[in-house]
């Protein structure tokens, strides 16, 4: 039985150093700063824009293989380097989707619906979110994959699944966001695999039969980093 990440077809897909420091020479300006942004994981780092920027790649070299896919990626991550604005594109999707800011109303500070913000920064990928399904608590060691299981497994549908972590020795919780494809398969849908994707991890092709095995191979492995997956959110994307 496959338990761990390095058990399943993988192909490396890590930020490179010199991306990480535009990260966070960005973090720390004048922009981000004054922007008062909302202590959340999801806006110290581009994991939205990336899944963005993945599957728009995997419409476009859906049949080409992972690695034409991972090349693309790949040169998108050297073209963000060599272009600040490619860079503050991919941020901005960050910011914008995942709420910054805060209004009054009736006197209390009320966060931005996230739906919305999710699809102005998808917007700039081609890509639009459907709030199908409610948030699913779980721990481990579990974690509810059977739910989420039902939900990326979908023919033909692209989905994106926010993760909620619960830090170790702190109250706080952060997130993460991942994507995921499931393809069709040949005759009645026999052969049918899950592309799932994680910006920190790689693309990963997984038969139907291991998707749960995968999440949980996958949790594990942030729980080993001090993250522990207490809830995750799945989104529908469009097909257009």
Known sequence: MKQSLSDFQSIEYK????????????????KFSAE??????????????LCCEWIASHRRYRTDGQVKRMEAMQRRIDDIQADKQQFYKALNTQINSYGIDTFEKGGKETKPDMLKRMNIGGERHGVKFVNKWHTTHC??????VLTLR??????????????????ANA???SGHAICAYQSGGKIFGFGSHLYAFDPNVGEFRISNDDVPAFYIALFKMY??????VVAHKTYAVTNH
């Open 15 to 30: 930020q490179s150093a010199e991306f990480k420091k535009i990260v966070e020479s960005y973090k720390n300006g004048p």
């Open 36 to 49: 008062k942004p909302f202590e959340h994981e999801f806006l110290q780092g581009i994991c939205f824009g």
């Open 139 to 144: 721990k481990p060691p579990g974690y509810e």
């Open 150 to 167: 039902s939900q990326v497994c979908r023919t033909h549908a692209y989905t994106l699944t926010a993760l909620s972590f619960k830090e």
């Open 171 to 173: 109250q706080k919780t």
């Open 223 to 228: 729980a080993s980093k001090g993250l522990e």
